[in-house]
């Protein structure tokens, strides 16, 4: 069973275990879709159980419906209407009976009046007899009668036993159009050695429902399902706070839930924003990184090697995190002489209590490095001997961490190397370096030889 369907299964197992209350309204909001749980109060009438107020999105194949207890009624059918006030369907009940229209005035065939019709197909444009003639009207032109019930789908129940006054019904659907995102803001102290975390989640309902009082579930994880939905552009918004201690967060299978604090309200074409997690003081590690994949290239010549700047912490209870960290955008803020200003940004993916977070912010202004293939052998039809240099200049007044990897194919031995160096994985070889200010001078200079079998 692939991973979502299990899971899809289970979240409604769950719920259907729950004990229900009228007024109860629940909703799980995972990748793509989300998983509703109401409880109403409804009556019968005539056999039928009518229920609306569901959402446009809702996907019908998904509905469970229920009397919660023992001893009551049993739903044997379910009816549902996407739109009962839609135009096909508003024709459909009606064809066949009296309505009025907009028809030539028998008097005066250049007027048109409103006049009885019997309504004879439900499609546009509409055909409708008066007088022993067919007309094909336009929808401007049909005068219908007043419908009850309310605009949007509406479901009805068939039960296997009739009930008197009002019974608690629960049901259990999936429906598309909602869906939430969590973004971070890194904000750096002036030495660049700790920061600042918040973190929020921006709940947002495209659903065509509102949501009102609902206790609210994110589900969190790379699910085997398509890619969520697009939601329509945001018009406006609606703020709540939370706390990272009062976000309950547990593993399902291979995801993470997360229980948003108190009841949340979601109109229908609104967000709401909701704070998952404040740290005040989480230790960083700011670095510049380069790597590069090693060939000889042109004996002699310089080219430039980018260096990437990099933003490194730990989400660990000792660094003020140690919450399971949904995926989402970071932005970085560090101080300027006039306040805080933008660092860069990136994406942080789904993080575990423990793991490291590595952002990449872009390419540093200041420090810039070159290397070029000092010297060039072939030794073999698959092998070849060369020796490398970088060279690095640093253009700021304080010193600089930079870390140069130099990634080798093959079988290969450092025949020689100028500055202290590791191995961290296979391939690799690591040069970690305190860059000192150069400002005019010839720069730093990293040199090694190898040996290399391909």
């Known amino acids: 069973m692939r991973p979502a369907v299990f899971l899809t299964a289970l979240l409604a197992a769950l719920a259907l275990a729950l004990p229900a209350r009228a007024g109860e309204l629940s909703l799980t909001v995972a990748p793509g879709r989300t998983l509703v749980r109401e409880v109403r109060s409804v009556e019968q009438a005539q056999g039928l159980v009518t229920v609306s107020g569901l959402p446009r999105a809702l996907d019908p194949s998904t509905l469970q419906a229920r009397f919660p207890g023992s001893g009551g009624p049993a739903v044997d059918l379910l009816r549902f209407e996407a739109d009962p006030f839609q135009a096909q369907a508003l024709l459909r009940r009606l064809t066949g009976r009296e309505i009025e229209a907009l028809l030539p005035d028998p008097a005066d065939p250049a007027r048109r009046v409103p006049r009885k019709a019997v309504l004879l197909s439900a499609d546009l444009p509409a055909a409708v007899q008066a007088d022993g003639h067919v007309f094909l009207l336009g929808a401007e032109s049909l005068i219908l009668p007043p419908a ?6 509406r479901l009805e129940l068939s039960t296997s036993g009739r009930f008197s006054g009002a019974r608690d019904l629960e049901l259990i659907y999936f429906t598309d159009g909602l869906g939430w995102s969590a973004d971070y ?8 050695a700790s920061a600042r975390l918040t973190g929020w989640v921006t709940l947002e309902n495209a659903s065509g429902r509102d949501f009102r009082a609902a206790q609210v579930r994110l589900l969190a994880g790379d699910q085997a399902r398509p890619a969520p939905v697009a939601f329509a552009a945001r018009k406006e918004g609606l703020m709540a706070a939370g706390n990272m201690a009062d976000m309950a967060s547990e593993a399902v299978g291979e995801n993470h839930l997360y229980t948003l604090p108190g009841a949340v309200d979601l109109p229908d074409g609104r967000f709401a924003r909701v704070r998952l997690l404040h740290a005040a003081k989480v230790p960083v590690q700011r670095e510049l990184r380069g790597r590069s994949h090693v060939s000889p290239g042109d004996a002699g010549r310089s080219r430039p090697q980018p260096l990437e700047a990099v ?11 140690g919450l399971p960290l949904p995926g989402g955008a970071v932005r970085v803020l560090e101080p300027a002489s006039e306040g805080l200003v933008p660092a860069g940004e990136d994406r942080l993916e789904h993080t575990p209590r423990g793991a490291e977070v590595r952002l990449s912010l872009g390419r540093s202004f200041d420090v810039t490095a070159e290397r070029r293939t000092v010297s060039f052998e072939r030794t073999g039809e698959r092998s070849w001997r060369a020796r490398f240099e970088i060279v690095l200049r640093n253009g700021s007044d304080g010193k600089r961490k930079v870390v140069l990897e130099e990634v080798l194919s093959g079988d290969w031995k450092l025949l020689e190397a100028d500055r202290p160096h590791t191995r961290p994985e296979a391939g690799v070889l690591r040069f970690d370096l305190d860059l000192p200010p150069t400002g005019d001078g010839p720069g730093l200079t990293v040199a090694y030889g190898v040996e290399v079998r391909q």
């Open 311 to 321: 933003l490194t912490f730990r989400n660990t209870r000792d660094g003020g995190l």
């Open 148 to 153: 009850a019930g309310e605009p949007g789908p």
């Open 185 to 192: 803001v890194l904000e750096l102290d002036a030495a660049g």
